[in-house]
Structure formats: structure tokens, C-alpha cells
């Protein structure tokens, strides 16, 4: 899961690095665990700052103030496979042809195959484990195919396409290529998020902007938000925007767990408020607390969200149900999303730094938690056990989202199987494995039409992490037992081990000696590889 920008400013004497910044702050929520910005100046040259961390920790103002230029992409991380390594961290860059810049949402199904044929047919070094780097090489390899001095849009539409017929999975990505203009596509079902929007300058000249949802765009005064479609690349330069579908038609499946979870609730995606939609989730669950509260003769006193993103629907919930509503859990807004820590241990010890339960809307009643989904469990038994701490006494958990028993295969760090709480668990099993008295799940039915009804052009969502129903294909138990393995919270772990990750702040390839990941064989590498950067001190 991943939060990608790309900003192009009609005025050439301003800097867009500010501005990328704050459209990355405003993506956090997508990805904690790294962060950068290029910037595209003077001649063509391109300027890098990034590294593991916030987007408070790597970027200040004496950072900002060295990456200048009109053009710039930008990119927040938590990686969903390989390690979290400094040299993973996104944009990433080629100079070789013409120079380009890319950062991508997503995650490729067939990466085996397309690493092996990048080094035997195309003889490009690919230094990382990201699949972004391996989009970014086939992007600019089938543009080297052109072998002309300077391209145009067409020669970048054939090479898109090149990249959506070899490409199987979900990918949202925004490129930049020296001196022309920013690129923005989206794969052929549509699964990862990705947009475009206008700002009209006093000039009468146009800014424009990509972002993984549209709250970038209502926050920077920009307007005209449109989704990139599906299959779709948009090419936008200081001369025309262009646009064309460069993919076979295949079903449009956005992913609803961006709905259920994963993206803000200001946003709306593919036409959909994500407020809207998680009202109607409450709305619907109501439904089925109310049918399962009377089979088993259980009564509620309080409904209770676990911040933040259950709020919405708790609240539509208790209003239908008539039961009072009460923020009995306070948060603390400066721990991450436990959801994408890496790490069981830490997702654990941060739960209860996270939240703190108020005994006076605890203690002797019958409460109905609330919350977007259970993945893991590890935070749901924590929230349940902090419940029973402060004197609850009876305690029903509900979840927006039906139960989740199988991996995401499209850039949402859900690993093994067994690691899901739900997986070869009835809801009574799972209400014993989480400490709670009862588990009430919504149905998929009720979830689809929740996000359906608001966009009903949209014929599928992709529920894989609910069905085990892969849009793209491809994916067969081989391919599921690989990428587990990969994932898994110790593999992970090794990872970071071996690569010695620094502490966020330290920005690579700027000095003692680290190797930035990107672009070509690093074989006695020194400072002089890679981009113009620098380190703070």
C-alpha cells in the first residue's frame, strides 16, 4: 500500500517541492514506512530526497529548498514485499532514456518472469526487490526501442502499452520524464487508485496533478478531480494534455478494502465518497447486529467505535438502532496505523499506546465495538482485553467488512494465510480467539452494495481477501506460498537485519558511503552514482 503524486506547474520559476510535500503529508495514512520527492529543474536535471520515515521526519524546509523545480513526483511507502530498505524507498530513477522518474502502487503477480526476461533479452541490472523498479525498467526499456534522439506522446502511449500487455496485477503509477512532462496510468482493471485534477493560475496558464485519491487535490485548491480510468494513460506536458486507453478491455474492479479501510474518508474514488460509503456500511450492519442481537436474545447499552475509521459507520449504526453512541476509546494521534506496522510484535505493543479505554463507558455494560475489519486480530484482542480491564461486561464486536481468510495479492501487506484470524475459523472460533463474547461480520452483499449504489457504472469490486477470487488470474497456490513466505513478518524481518536500515531522517546517496538503490549496477559504486543529493546534518 502506497501514496503516489505528481505535480506539474504552468510557472517554470516556481518550485513544486512544497507543494509535493504537503500533498505527501495528506497521504500518509497509505504508507508510513517511507517517503520521497524528485524534482525535475534547470536543464533537465533531476533532484532526489528520500528515506525510511514520516513525511514530517525526512522533509523540513532546508530540505525543500534543494529540490528545485516545476515538475516533480512524489511517494509515501509501506512495503508489501522485499525488505525496508533505504535503497527501496520510491521515486526511483533510470537516466537511460532520456531520464525518467517513477513511483507506483501496487504489486506485480509475475515478477520471476519479468525480471529474467529485463536481463537476458534487455540487459537492465534490476538492484532492488521493488516491483517498481521492475515497472520502471520495462516502461523505459520499450521506450529505448524507438531509438530516437527525443520522443513524443505517441512513442510513450506504445511503450504504456508495452508495460500493460507484459505487467499482470495492480499498478497506479505517475512518472516524470526530464524536461517533458509527468505520465499517470493505471492497470487494465483498475484495482490500485489513481487521479487528476486542474488548478487554474491567474495567468490563465493550468497546474495539474496526480494523486492516489482526491483530498490532495481539495486541499491545494485544485478542481476537475477525475479518476484515471482503467487501462488509461494521461500524459500531461506545459503544451496539451493527452490522454488514451492503452489495455484490452477487462472487468473494472476497484478494490473495496479502499472503501472499507484503507483510504481517507474526505477522499472519493472512482466516483464514490468513502464517507458515503462507510455510512451506508453502518447502515447495513445495523441490519445484521439487529438480526444476530435477537437470535442470540443479547441486548446493547453503548456503541463504541475503535477510532478512527469505524466512526463513520458506528455512528450511522447506533442512530438506526437507537443506541447511544459513545467515544469510549481515546486515541493517540501520534502513533501510526497498527494495520500497516511492520511487525506482529510492534502492531501489538502499539495498540495499547495507541488507544486508552475510558472505564466510565466501559464498566458494567453491554457494548458493541465497532470496527472497519479484523485482519490479524492482534488488534481486536488487545481492544477487547482493554474493554474487559475497565468492567465491561458483556462485549459483541462488529466488523464493516466480512470476514477476511485470504491473502491480498495487489499491494496490501495481508500475509499469510494463517496469520489471518478468520482463516479455517468459524465466527464462533473467532470471537474465542479475539476474547470477545460474540463476533457479528457484514456480508459481502451488504458491503458490495454499500460502495456499488453510489457508482453503479462500477460492475465488480475486486473481494479477493474475502472470496479467494482473483480478478487479474494468475494467481494459483505456487504464486500464494511464494509471496507468504516473502511477506511473512520474520522473512521480514531478516531483511531489515541484513540491509542495516538507518533511522529515518538520513536521506540516501548523500554521502558516508551508502548505496542508493535505482538505477544500474552498482559494482564498486561511490557518491557519484545515481542523482544529485544531499544530508542532513
Known amino acids: 500500500m502506497c501514496g503516489i503524486l505528481g505535480l506539474l506547474l504552468a510557472d517554470a520559476s516556481i518550485d513544486a517541492s512544497t507543494e509535493i510535500c504537503d500533498g505527501l503529508a495528506l497521504l500518509q495514512h497509505r504508507g508510513q514506512d517511507a517517503c520521497g520527492i524528485v524534482t525535475c529543474g534547470t536543464k533537465g536535471r533531476f533532484y532526489q530526497c528520500k528515506s525510511n520515515g514520516m513525511v514530517r521526519d525526512v522533509f523540513d524546509q532546508q530540505s525543500l529548498a534543494r529540490l528545485p523545480g516545476a515538475m516533480g513526483v512524489g511517494h509515501v511507502r509501506y512495503p508489501t514485499a522485499g525488505s525496508s530498505a533505504h535503497s527501496e524507498a520510491q521515486p526511483f530513477y533510470v537516466n537511460s532514456p532520456y531520464g525518467i522518474v517513477f513511483a507506483h502502487n501496487g504489486n506485480l503477480l509475475n515478477t520471476a518472469q519479468l525480471k529474467r526476461q529485463l536481463d537476458s533479452e534487455s540487459h537492465r541490472h534490476i538492484n532492488t526487490d521493488s516491483d517498481s523498479e521492475l515497472l520502471l525498467n520495462i516502461f523505459a526499456d520499450h521506450l529505448q526501442r524507438t531509438g530516437k534522439f527525443r520522443i513524443n506522446e505517441e512513442d510513450i502511449f506504445t511503450a504504456v502499452q508495452a508495460v500493460m500487455l507484459h505487467c499482470k496485477g495492480a499498478y497506479a503509477c505517475v512518472a516524470m520524464l526530464a524536461g517533458f512532462g509527468i505520465i499517470a496510468f493505471r492497470d487494465p482493471n483498475g484495482i490500485r487508485p489513481v487521479g487528476m485534477a486542474v488548478r487554474h493560475t491567474s495567468s490563465g496558464a493550468c497546474d495539474y496533478l496526480f494523486a492516489s485519491e482526491s483530498v490532495v487535490a481539495d486541499a491545494a485548491g485544485f478542481v476537475d478531480w477525475e479518476d484515471v480510468r482503467p487501462g488509461e494513460a494521461i500524459i500531461i506536458t506545459r503544451a496539451a494534455v493527452t490522454r488514451r486507453h492503452c489495455a484490452a478491455s477487462v472487468p473494472f474492479a476497484p478494490d473495496i478494502f479502499e472503501y472499507v479501510y484503507l483510504a481517507r474518508p474526505d477522499s472519493v474514488l472512482d466516483g464514490v465518497s468513502v464517507y458515503r460509503s462507510r455510512m451506508a456500511m453502518g447502515d447495513a450492519l445495523a441490519d445484521e447486529v439487529q438480526r444476530v442481537l435477537a437470535e442470540k436474545n443479547v441486548t446493547v447499552d453503548v456503541v463504541i467505535p475503535v477510532p478512527d475509521t469505524s466512526r463513520v459507520a458506528a455512528l450511522e449504526l447506533a442512530q438506526k438502532l437507537h443506541i447511544p453512541y459513545r467515544e469510549g476509546f481515546v486515541k493517540n494521534r501520534y502513533v501510526g496505523r497498527t494495520f500497516i506496522m511492520p511487525g506482529q510484535q510492534m502492531r501489538k505493543k502499539n495498540v495499547r499506546r495507541k488507544l486508552n479505554a475510558m472505564a466510565l463507558e466501559f464498566a458494567g455494560k453491554n457494548v ?22 475497565v468492567g465491561a461486561k458483556q462485549i459483541i464486536f462488529a466488523s464493516c467488512a466480512p470476514p477476511i481468510r485470504y491473502a491480498n495479492v495487489y499491494g496490501i501487506d495481508m500475509p499469510a494465510r494463517t496469520e489471518l484470524v478468520a482463516h479455517d475459523r468459524t465466527e464462533a472460533d473467532i470471537a474465542r480467539a479475539i476474547g470477545a463474547d460474540l463476533v457479528i461480520y457484514q456480508t ?5 452494495h454499500s460502495v456499488r449504489q453510489f457508482n453503479e457504472n462500477i460492475p465488480r469490486f475486486d473481494c479477493s481477501v474475502f472470496t479467494g477470487e482473483y480478478v487479474t ?18 522473512a521480514k524481518g531478516v531483511a531489515l537485519g541484513a540491509n542495516a ?37
Do not use: C, F, H
Not at 485482519?375 to 480491564?389: F, L
Not at 459481502?444 to 458490495?448: A, E, G, I, P, S
Open 368 to 389: 458493541l465495538i465497532v470496527d472497519d475489519s479484523i485482519v490479524r486480530g492482534t488488534t481486536s484482542k488487545e481492544i477487547v482485553q482493554m474493554a474487559r480491564d
Open 501 to 537: 536500515v538507518k533511522p529515518a531522517g538520513a536521506a540516501v546517496n548523500g554521502g558516508g558511503g551508502e548505496q542508493m538503490g535505482g538505477s544500474g549496477p552498482l559494482n564498486g559504486a561511490d557518491d557519484t552514482v545515481g542523482l544529485y543529493n544531499w544530508r542532513k546534518q
Open 473 to 490: 488470474g494468475g494467481v494459483d497456490e505456487a504464486y500464494l506460498s511464494g509471496l507468504e513466505q516473502l511477506r511473512k513478518d520474520n
Open 444 to 448: 459481502l452483499d451488504d458491503l458490495v
